[in-house]
T-cell receptor, first 110, second 114 residues
Framework: DAKTTQPPSMDCAEGRAANLPCNHSTISGNEYVYWYRQIHSQGPQYIIHGLKNNETNEMASLIITEDRKSSTLILPHATLRDTAVYYCIVRVDAGNMLTFGGGTRLMVKP | EAGVTQSPTHLIKTRGQQATLRCSPI?????VYWYQQALGLGLQFLLW???????NRGNFPPRFSGRQFPNYSSELNVNALELEDSALYLC?????????????FGPGTRLTVT
């Protein structure tokens, strides 16, 4: 699976948009981009995934660049409950496991 | 819809003992995955079961084993426990194999080895 690079930590003001970047410059054509988050001491929570096109669901939006070498997860109106470690993962279906890197620790502040 | 459930929530064992952790997937999900999250370390893939078969395992010694039952629930066994096995063990399930199927995680079992 392609390696991902994320900033170790970010701050965001409550009510503002949180934009979390992820670089995956070695991504191949059949690899999806997945985002998960882990709130302290809980199991990771699936957020969103995409292949080429931008995606949006009730939790977030995923913007993937045209060359697919990077992506951005957008939480449109961050709340204190969005404080968590956010993981960007790229993977194919072979092995089907998720490979978690260090993630970005997002701190939403009042 | 009930989520992934794991039992027990906490488990305390001593070195050399065996631990058994249990996982019930979301109804309709046939794939079950096990991950280990040791303190200060990231999530490490342990095992993947689908339709009762072990499909893949991570870089862990053979004393980590498991099985999947006909109802798709799963059990993780850790033999000859070592202090460094102390960790949060997470189970996840998904609809099927193949790309595009997201994994849903349970709350985890915290194993402490003394």
């Amino acid at each position: 699976d392609a390696k991902t690079t994320q900033p170790p930590s970010m701050d965001c003001a409550e009510g503002r948009a949180a934009n979390l970047p992820c670089n995956h410059s070695t991504i191949s054509g059949n690899e999806y981009v997945y985002w998960y988050r882990q709130i302290h001491s809980q199991g990771p929570q699936y957020i969103i995934h995409g292949l080429k096109n931008n995606e949006t669901n009730e939790m977030a939006s995923l913007i993937i660049t045209e060359d697919r070498k990077s992506s951005t997860l957008i939480l449109p109106h961050a709340t204190l409950r969005d404080t968590a470690v956010y993981y960007c993962i790229v993977r194919v279906d072979a092995g089907n496991m998720l490979t978690f890197g260090g993630g970005t620790r997002l701190m939403v502040k009042p | 819809e009930a989520g992934v459930t794991q039992s027990p929530t906490h488990l305390i064992k001593t070195r050399g003992q065996q631990a058994t952790l249990r996982c019930s997937p979301i109804s309709g999900h046939t794939s079950v995955y096990w991950y280990q999250q040791a303190l200060g370390l990231g999530l490490q893939f342990l095992l993947w079961y689908d339709e009762g078969e072990e499909r893949n395992r991570g870089n862990f010694p053979p004393r980590f084993s498991g099985r999947q039952f006909p109802n798709y629930s799963s059990e993780l066994n850790v033999n000859a426990l070592e202090l460094e096995d102390s960790a949060l063990y997470l189970c996840a399930s998904s609809l099927a194999t193949g790309r595009g199927y997201e994994q849903y995680f349970g709350p985890g079992t915290r194993l402490t080895v003394t």
